[in-house]
């Protein structure tokens, strides 16, 4: 057995898919597949089953995998001390949804780095499915999620199958956020079979623990438009709600100084399936650094100040 057999058991995993985790791995397929073959055969036990939700653990494979991951990350931190042995970096690692909010808490931690020393950071905005990958994978040790509440109990279980602590942020209903020039954008409540009738921009990349474990264009609300945009990053989203005034998006509360930027409104919208809750997810054994404690800080203070705007 060697840490190569464990980072490919690992991709498989997180794929669900031999197929998907060999391109991942730029490997071919047969090659992976006695790959893991071999792994199987020298643990004496099958790690992985094929289901109708694609290549799933066994019951031992979940065991092993949370092994390999813990064992792995181990080897991380090992070979990170000969990193930072002879400079004293500043490190921070999170992967977080596309909340404007908790950007806005990144770019405060950030903006307070000592820049007379070393700094690695990495943050990535992404799907929750995505960041709970990140987690488990590596580099990342911290990360926070977002999901409809009528999904918590897929993604709760999915943490608690992975090893991995959560605590609320915070429970929001999501709002309609158009341009100031929208046609609504002066009413106060939203209608939304009048809202429908414009164009929705949406993330394309929405994933479900269970039911969606990879990445599928299929948007968060469960009642559609029959006109959609699917974007990948926050920023292209806010381009495209201030050019096109007939656009609008489903969107957690966003920073009074974001909306002026891009002139743009936030509305109330009465609809099934708009409540939604953030939640910071990290290892179970992991220990917090001081950058860590500092985000998770900024992260409340974020959250504690959009509670007291007048459109939440």
């Given at each position: 057995?060697?840490?190569?057999?464990l980072?490919?058991?690992?991709?498989?995993?997180?794929t669900?898919?031999?197929?998907?985790a060999a391109?991942?791995?730029?490997?071919?397929?047969p090659?992976l597949?006695?790959a893991?073959?071999?792994?199987?055969?020298s643990?004496?036990?099958t790690?992985?089953?094929r289901?109708?939700?694609?290549?799933?653990?066994?019951?031992?494979?979940?065991k092993?995998l949370?092994?390999?991951?813990?064992?792995?990350?181990?080897?991380?931190?090992?070979?990170?001390?000969?990193?930072?042995?002879?400079?004293?970096?500043q490190?921070?690692?999170i992967?977080?949804p596309?909340?404007?909010?908790?950007?806005?808490?990144?770019?405060s931690?950030?903006?307070?780095?000592?820049?007379?020393k070393?700094?690695?950071?990495?943050?990535?905005?992404?799907?929750?499915?995505?960041?709970?990958?990140n987690?488990?994978?590596?580099?990342f040790?911290?990360?926070?999620?977002?999901?409809?509440?009528?999904?918590?109990?897929?993604?709760?279980?999915?943490?608690?199958?992975?090893?991995?602590?959560?605590?609320?942020v915070?429970?929001?209903?999501y709002?309609?956020?158009?341009?100031?020039k929208?046609?609504?954008?002066?009413?106060?409540?939203?209608d939304?079979?009048?809202?429908?009738?414009?164009?929705?921009?949406?993330?394309g990349?929405?994933?479900i623990?269970?039911i969606?474990?990879?990445?599928?264009?299929?948007?968060?609300?469960?009642?559609?438009?029959?006109?959609?945009?699917y974007?990948?990053?926050?920023s292209?989203?806010?381009d495209l709600?201030?050019?096109?005034?007939?656009?609008?998006?489903?969107?957690?509360?966003?920073?009074?100084?974001?909306?002026k930027r891009?002139?743009?409104v936030?509305?109330k919208?009465?609809?099934?399936?708009?409540?939604?809750?953030?939640?910071?997810?990290?290892?179970?054994?992991?220990?917090?650094?001081e950058?860590?404690?500092?985000?998770?800080?900024?992260?409340?203070?974020a959250k504690?100040?959009l509670?007291?705007?007048?459109?939440?």
């Open positions: 057995m060697n840490t190569l057999h980072k490919y058991a690992i991709e498989v995993e997180r669900n898919s031999i197929s998907q391109e991942n791995l730029f490997m071919g397929q090659s597949s006695k893991i073959k071999e792994l199987e055969d643990l004496g036990f790690i992985f089953e289901t109708s939700k694609g290549v799933t653990p066994t019951g031992k494979g979940i092993f949370s092994y390999a991951r813990n064992v792995l990350h181990q080897i991380e931190q090992m070979e990170a001390l000969s990193d930072s042995a002879d400079v004293d970096i490190t921070f690692n992967a977080i596309r909340g404007s909010y908790i950007a806005d808490a990144v770019t931690l950030l903006s307070e780095l000592d820049q007379s070393g700094v690695n950071v990495n943050v990535q905005e992404t799907n929750s499915v995505q960041v709970i990958s987690i488990m994978d590596g580099p040790n911290l990360g926070v999620i977002r999901f409809q509440t009528e999904y918590e109990n897929y993604f709760k279980d999915y943490l608690t199958e992975k090893q991995l602590k959560f605590e609320t915070w429970e929001f209903e709002l309609a956020l158009m341009s100031e929208h046609p609504l954008a002066e009413v106060e409540k939203v939304y079979q009048e809202l429908k009738q414009y164009t929705e921009i949406t993330h990349d929405t994933a623990p269970y969606m474990p990879n990445n599928s264009i299929i948007a968060d609300m469960p009642s559609k438009t029959t006109k959609c945009i974007v990948y990053e926050r292209s989203q806010y709600l201030s050019a096109i005034p007939t656009t609008f998006m489903w969107a957690s509360p966003i920073p009074e100084k974001w909306l891009y002139q743009l936030q509305r919208c009465k609809t099934l399936g708009n409540t939604y809750k953030d939640i910071l997810i990290y290892p179970k054994n992991y220990k917090f650094t950058l860590d404690r500092k985000f998770v800080n900024k992260l409340f203070e504690n100040e509670t007291f705007c007048e459109y939440i």
